[in-house]
């Protein structure tokens, strides 16, 4: 079959998750070699992602519960939420993030403040279908950082690898449930045409970026 015809014969779904891959490969080419940053560069990293990911990540997913009206979009991510709950994700991090000495200080707060707030005031909107892209974006995103950010903990000197050993796996069936959520959230919700699909992927896109490339303070 000619590309053409692949093209033509792909749902509005297939295409989506092609742009979402896109996303996260755009953003995993620009992350840095390991051994050519320094010691306070892979401390940064690591607390800056501890900061954004600690408190958010289940408030970021229970506004996605808040927001689809599809039943089956709503048990797909109450299975997500009951798992990192009931297993302490949170917990896991910052044991990761003391492990690896890059506790979060005022000032990794303050580089990644405003793209964070961004992302928040994007999500107080509790646009169904755009929110659970978003996370279909991050839990796709996160499970393909983890070797990276395993890898500067070890160089931090850090053997605490619970944390990236369980986002490595399960964020692989987090991914598929949450595009399948967004299938069914599409079909009975779908947003307003002229509103942007891809605003969530964007903006957290950008807060993944700064997480690894800060941007100097006052810019
Ligand atoms: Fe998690």
């Known amino acids: ?28 080419v620009s992350l840095p070699e390991p ?20 408190g958010n990540f289940i408030y970021w997913m229970t506004a996605a519960y808040l927001s689809v009206q599809s039943e089956q979009a ?6 997500n939420l009951l798992e990192e709950i ?14 690896a000495n890059a506790i979060p200080t005022d000032s ?3 580089e990644i403040y405003r793209d964070l707030t961004n992302v928040r005031l994007f999500v ?14 991050f839990e796709g995103f996160l499970q393909r950082f983890m070797p990276f950010l395993a890898e500067l903990a070890t160089r931090q000197g850090s053997k605490e690898y619970e944390y990236t050993d369980v986002h490595g ?4 069936a987090h991914t598929a449930g949450l595009f399948r959520a967004l299938e069914e959230e599409m079909a009975l919700n779908p947003p307003q045409p002229e509103t942007d699909l891809f605003e969530g992927v ?7 970026r700064n997480i690894v490339h800060p941007v100097a303070l006052g810019h």
């Open 1 to 28: 079959m000619s590309t053409v015809a692949v093209i033509a014969k792909a749902s509005p779904e297939t295409s989506i998750q092609q742009d979402v891959d896109c996303a996260i490969e755009d953003l995993l």
């Open 35 to 54: 051994e050519r940053l320094s010691a306070e560069e892979r401390r940064g990293i690591l607390s800056r992602y501890t900061a954004v990911l600690e």
């Open 202 to 208: 964007d903006l957290l896109r950008t807060l993944m």
């Open 169 to 172: 796996v399960c964020d692989i």
């Open 74 to 79: 709503r048990a797909i991510i109450v299975d």
């Open 124 to 137: 107080g909107r509790l646009s169904g279908a755009r929110i659970v892209l978003m996370m279909a974006f």
């Open 86 to 99: 009931r297993d302490c994700h949170p917990g896991m991090l910052r044991r990761f993030a003391i492990a």
């Open 108 to 110: 990794d707060a303050q």
